[in-house]
């Protein structure tokens, strides 16, 4: 009898997001879970930065991590407008992908009279 029993983990890979920048174009990594756990702790450095500078190390070590073959010099030259959009980008790339296979952790329910 043969085995019914299927998953294909392929399904599950997705599409990069592009990002162009002065005329190159760059991939956001597929989410790894290596990458995943880097992108925690890079968001924790980020959150127990003690001043600007610590913040946007953390920030373009994150974007670097995410997005490889965008060197770290290029990320150095960006704009604080341009730097907050890509940021933007990949977060919600990272989220959407987190939430949409069932990754994320879902909120805490609202407690309602009935509830408490």
Do not use: C, H, W
């Not at 990458?35 to 920030?59: M, R, S």
């Not at 341009?82 to 790339?93: E, H, I, N, R, T």
């Amino acid at each position: 009898m043969a085995n019914e029993r299927y998953l294909d983990l392929d399904a599950f890979a997705t599409e990069p997001g592009i990002i162009k920048y002065k005329g190159a174009t760059y991939e956001i990594q597929d989410i790894s879970v290596e990458l995943y756990a880097k992108a925690i702790k890079l968001q924790e450095k980020i959150d127990n930065a003690t001043d600007d500078e610590d913040v946007l190390n953390g920030v373009m070590e994150l974007l670097g991590a995410m997005i490889p073959d965008m060197p770290f010099e290029t990320i150095k030259t960006m704009n604080i407008k341009q730097l907050s959009a890509l940021l933007g980008f990949v977060v919600q790339d990272l989220q959407g992908e987190l939430e949409k296979n069932g990754i994320a952790p879902s909120p805490a329910p609202k407690k309602t009279k009935k509830n408490r």
